[in-house]
Each structure stands twice: as C-alpha cells, then as structure tokens.
C-alpha cells in the first residue's frame, strides 16, 4: 500500500501534464476551485463526464473554455457562488463528489446536493466522510444534501476506511489547504490519484 505526505498551507502553482485519462482530468477539474486564476490544461479527453464537471464548475463562476482539440482555458475570478450550480450535471456525476474537498479549502459552511451518477452498483460515500473528518471537515447527510461544515483544517495522519481512488483524491483535496504535513496510509496508489 502507498502512503501520501501532503505538506499544505503552500500556494498551487505548477505545470502537470495529464494522459488523457477521464479519471485523471476529472479530478483534476473537481480541484480547480481552489486554484484563483488562469490554469491551462492540455490532453483533456473530449467526453460526456468531462463536460458535466465543466457544466459544474461554469455553473459555480468559473470560466472554462476550450482553445485547442484537447486544451482547455479556466479562469478563476475567486467568486463562487453554490446558489448557482447546475444541480441536472452534478446529480449525474459521481465524481463530483471530489468538490466537497476542494470546496471546503473556499467555504467554512455550505450544501451540495447528493449525487448518483454511477451505473457500476451502489458505493457508499462513508470513506469520504471519514477521511474529510481527520482533516477537521464534518459531512452530514440529509434526504438530498450533504452539508459541509468546515472547522480548523490540520494535517493529520490517518488510514483511510476504505483503499479508494476517489475517496483518496478527495482526502488529497482537503488536505493541500491543510496547516501542517497529513499522511493517509492505505491511500489508493492508481494512476488518477497520482496524477492529481
């Protein structure tokens, strides 16, 4: 198993160049709230889920634009507003469930709505929760939203419930913000999380 050492409470810059792979760039996107700003992203697969994420984050404030076959152009301005996002999207897109950790470096309190997205069978959303708790950020369930709740964020060394990508992305997420050094042990190793 891997084990990731975040060291957070550093400003993102950088350059990384992504494979084309959906997973990769759509974590990738999920994490562009926390980036204030132009970011340009090259080798983004041209596919449905990556435009829902898009619908998402343009629905939120962000400007996002295509400028070449597999290139994209994002701005953000720092001026995100929840009240706006395009609930039809984010509904169907399991993924966006990687907002709850890069929302919460931007938010102390706020909603999303419950996703479903997946055709794969039903996946809990528990090793999120939990993982986003280490870090000092409370998720509670209602009928159809999860409310967010954001206390003082530290690094943390923590195993995670369960070894899953998307769970570990959303605990990477939450913990670049993070004062201090966060180690999650049986984070999941694969490509996507990596590349994130």
């Given at each position: 198993?891997?084990?990731?050492?975040?060291?957070?409470?550093?400003?993102?810059?950088?350059?990384?160049?992504?494979?084309?792979?959906?997973?990769?760039?759509?974590?990738?996107?999920?994490?562009?709230?926390?980036?204030?700003?132009?970011?340009?992203?090259?080798?983004?697969?041209?596919?449905?889920?990556?435009?829902?994420?898009?619908?998402?984050?343009?629905?939120?404030?962000?400007?996002?634009?295509?400028?070449?076959?597999?290139?994209?152009?994002?701005?953000?301005?720092?001026?995100?507003?929840?009240?706006?996002?395009?609930?039809?999207?984010?509904?169907?897109?399991?993924?966006?469930?990687?907002?709850?950790?890069?929302?919460?470096?931007?938010?102390?309190?706020?909603?999303?709505?419950?996703?479903?997205?997946?055709?794969?069978?039903?996946?809990?959303?528990?090793?999120?929760?939990?993982?986003?708790?280490h870090l000092g950020i409370k998720v509670?369930?209602?009928?159809?939203?999860?409310?967010?709740?954001?206390?003082?964020?530290?690094?943390?060394?923590?195993?995670?419930?369960?070894?899953?990508?998307?769970?570990?992305?959303?605990?990477?997420?939450?913990?670049?913000?993070?004062?201090?050094?966060?180690?999650?042990?049986?984070?999941?190793?694969?490509?996507?999380?990596?590349?994130?």
């Amino acid at each position: 198993m891997s084990n990731f050492i975040i060291n957070g409470g550093k400003k993102l810059k950088g350059t990384i160049k992504t494979n084309s792979a959906k997973n990769s760039a759509v974590a990738i996107l999920c994490a562009l709230p926390m980036i204030k700003g132009k970011t340009i992203l090259t080798d983004m697969p041209r596919i449905e889920e990556i435009n829902r994420i898009i619908e998402i984050l343009t629905s939120l404030g962000l400007e996002i634009s295509w400028i070449g076959p597999h290139t994209l152009q994002t701005v953000n301005h720092g001026k995100i507003n929840l009240n706006k996002i395009n609930k039809e999207s984010y509904e169907k897109t399991r993924a966006a469930i990687l907002l709850i950790g890069s929302l919460s470096s931007v938010f102390d309190n706020f909603s999303l709505p419950k996703i479903s997205g997946c055709k794969l069978g039903k996946r809990t959303v528990s090793p999120h929760i939990i993982a986003l708790n280490h870090l000092g950020i409370k998720v509670k369930r209602t009928n159809n939203l999860f409310h967010i709740s954001r206390g003082k964020t530290k690094g943390s060394s923590f195993t995670m419930y369960e070894s899953g990508d998307t769970a570990t992305e959303n605990a990477v997420l939450a913990a670049i913000m993070a004062k201090g050094k966060t180690k999650i042990n049986l984070a999941s190793p694969n490509y996507m999380v990596q590349d994130l």
